[in-house]
Nanobody
Framework: QVQLVESGGGLVQTGSSLRLSCAASGRTVSTLGMAWFRQDLGKEREFVAA????????VYPDSLKGRFIISRDNAKNTVYLLMDSLKPEDTAVYYC???????????????????WGQGTQVTVSS
């Protein structure tokens, strides 16, 4: 049984930085392609970032490049999302996801991921 638990969300001001963590249990993250998605009320789940199992390749949507960075510490079985220069439109529930089939090729589609965390709320005030 693979479990992913996000943490680090909260209420911050515009321009702040925040680092989210995703701790895995039941399977080592070094065998999983990992990703972050977000979803705001009434909107579809949106791709944020993905990283290969060995951490050498990451992908982002053009709209978030330069502000968000995904990283992983396989020794701690944890994946991170560092978010800089936060804006009110970044407000959402952030989810981490993982899948062993994606350990070599990052994927931006949420339906490709088998394992999901419960999400952590990020609210950016203006």
């Amino acid at each position: 049984q693979v479990q992913l638990v996000e943490s680090g969300g909260g209420l911050v001001q515009t321009g702040s930085s925040l680092r989210l963590s995703c701790a895995a249990s039941g399977r080592t993250v070094s065998t999983l392609g990992m990703a972050w998605f977000r979803q705001d009320l009434g909107k579809e789940r949106e791709f944020v970032a993905a990283v290969r199992a060995n951490g050498d390749t990451s992908v982002y949507p053009d709209s978030l490049k330069g502000r968000f960075i995904i990283s992983r510490d396989n020794a701690k079985n944890t994946v991170y999302l560092l978010m800089d220069s936060l804006k009110p439109e970044d407000t959402a529930v952030y989810y981490c996801a993982g899948d062993p089939q994606l350990r070599l090729i990052p994927d931006q589609r949420p339906q490709s991921y088998a394992y999901w965390g419960q999400g952590t709320q990020v609210t950016v005030s203006s």
